[in-house]
């Protein structure tokens, strides 16, 4: 599928709606992590290069309507004039007489950011007057937001639809590296589906089955796994109500000609607290005041084979609790593996969600990655083969 890129549309002296994802951390009034500011920044350059003019629509948190001061993108300001290396004018309201006066007064070259588009009921309900007093504002609409675009909101679907619309330079990037990494992707692939729970993983399951060559289970969810093969989990965190539902996984998964690699031992401690004292036990002998919270060296050794079989890697979800240290022990390894086949030209990696993020950037390997995603909801949506509103609604090439 070929979508419409800023390469596509005669921008000079235009007014680009340009919608972003600037949904960054932020604490005690400054960002954290302004990753996804950065990412934006090719998309506004080229706007620019191309005689028009950025105006930024963006949401940030879940002000659900209402105009909520702590939750104004005004934050973002400073480092978006970071990121960008020039000064960013700001608009208090993203539609009305504000953004007008704003957009009229935006010399050539400048860059605007309007306020939060979640201030006004109309963005999460998708409505289309809303939208239309969007629209008035600019000429040409670019969705640069991939990480925003399983929602169906007006500056995300809607407005797509009242003006020519293209993707913006991330939104593209996003899209070819899922797209390589699943689409037609150079084989064995392999898929790394980990986290806490097997219920939020189910459609990811269930459409990767049919796709990918082995799936690596990890974290939480591989022990509703081994539970489901009837063996004790002790106080692991466990679904056991999944337990049908990741049988009929299992027998998808070898009706499919796709392995799924569950762990064979596992690290055990008596707490879910960082330094608890562990051990190495074998996947079926977890003792019954033990939890599991990491996968063993077994473990780590068999998703390195099958990692250095594969030419293709998706991963969602970490293997085991890596946010309390030694407990990140095999993601760290299975990540480093991941980064080094990369640089070594053997293998295509692409990560992404949250969690997945601080994982390889906390073993340093996020860098190495072919791909790593800016998306948490949105990038998880696409892996379950889901059409992303904010992408299905852009113009085809
Ligand atoms: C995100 O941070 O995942 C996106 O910006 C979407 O935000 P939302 O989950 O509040 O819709
Ligand atoms: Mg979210």
Redesign the pocket.
Known sequence: MAWKSLDDLDLGGKVVLTRV?I?VPVENGAVTDATRIERIVPTVKDILAKGGKPVLLA?FD?PKGKVVPGMSLRVALPALEAALGQPVAFAEDCVGPAAAEAIAALPAGGVLLLENTRFHKGEEKNDPEFAAELAALGDVYCNDAF??AH?AHASTEALARLLPACAGRLMQAELSALEKALTDPARPVVAVVGGAKVSTKLELLGNLIGKVDSIVIGGGMANTFLAAQGIDVGKSLCEHEMADTARAIMTKADGANCTLVLPVDVVVAAEFKAGSPNEIVAASACPPDRMILDAGPASIARIAAVFSAARTLVWNGPLGAFEIPPFNTATDAAARQAASLTRAGRLLSVAGGGDTVAALNASGSAADFSYVST???AFLEWLEGKTLPGVAALDQA
Do not use: I, L, M, P
Request: a positive charge.
């Open positions: 994802d949904n949401h879940r990480s925003a929602r998306a948490g909801g």
